[in-house]
C-alpha cells in the first residue's frame, strides 16, 4: 500500500470541477511534483490531503487511515507549506520551533533540526524573524513542517523568490530528507529546478490527472540528441547516416540521435579516424513535455 493514496475524489467550487476524478499515489521516500498552469488544481488537491478542505467523493488514505476534514488523525504524520506558516517578527527561529511543538507528543530533537534546515548557522537562532532573508524564512517555514517527524512533506511553490543558492540548499535539503524516508508533494512552477529533484511527476490540468510517470519517462520518450563538431563534418555524416541514426549538419554543426548511445558514436568516429572538436548533449525536458501533453489535452476538449 502506498503511503498516500488519492483515489477519484472530487471537489466542485460551485458547478466549477476543481479536483475531477483525481487519483493518484505517494510512496514513502518519494520525491513527487505537482505540476499543472495556473488554475490546474494543485493547491486544491494540496488542500484536500492535509484536511484542510472537504471534497464531495472519492477517498483520501494516508498511512491507511483516512484523511478528511473532519478526520485529522493522520494528519500528525503529514507536514506542510502550503500558506506560508505564521512567522511571528518578534521570536528567533528555536521560539517559533518551540510554539509549533506546543500540541506535539513527540517533536523532533529542535537543535537537530535546526542543524538540518540550516537554521542554526551564523546566530541565526539567535536572531528575530524581522531579520530573515526569504530564503531563511522559507528554511523555518519547513523546519515547521518537520516538527512532528512527518512521513510527507507537502510544499507549495518552495522554491518561489529563492536565488539559487538558496533554492540549490533546498533541493539538498529535501534531498537528504528523502533519502531518510521522508516523502514529499512538491508543486512548483519552475520546472527545470523541480525536474532536478523529483522521482515522480503527476500532471493535471483543468481539474484532472493527465499523466503520472517516472521523472525517467519524460526523458526515455525524449531521447538524447548530440551536436558534434568534427575536422570532418561531411565523412561523419556519412557514417552516422550508414548507422542509420538520424544526422543533419545545421549550421555546421553535425547533429546526431537515434543511437543507442554516445559511446557507440563516438566509437565509429574513431574508427574512421575523424576527431571530434566539440560535443554538446541535449537531454529530455519536463518543461517541453509538459506544454505538448497540455496541447494535447487541450486540444482534446
Ligand atoms: P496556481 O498555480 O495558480 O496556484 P492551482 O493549480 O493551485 O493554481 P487551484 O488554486 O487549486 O489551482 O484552483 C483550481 C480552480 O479552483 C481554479 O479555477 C480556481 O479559480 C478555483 N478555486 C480555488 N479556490 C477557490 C475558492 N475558494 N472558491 C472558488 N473557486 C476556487
Redesign the pocket.
Known sequence: MALLEVKNVNKK??S?A?MDDVSFNVEAGHIVGLI??????????M?AITGLMSYSSGQITFDGQPVTFNNHSALDKIGNLIEYPAIYPNLTALEHLKLYAMDTKNPADFKELMHKTQIDGDNFGKRKAKNFSLGMKQRLGIAIALIRNPKLVIL??PMNGLDPQSVHDLRELIRSLAEEGVAFLI?S?LLDELQKLVDDVVI?NH?KIIQTATIETFFIHDQARWTFDTNDNESALQIAQDKKWQATIDNGQLQISGAENLQQVITAFNAANIQIQSLNTATGNLEKSLLDMLAADNQGE
Open positions: 467550487y460551485g466549477r476543481a499543472g498552469p495556473n488554475g490546474a488544481g494543485k493547491s486544491t488537491t488542500r507549495d511553490e508543486s512552477h493535471i481539474g
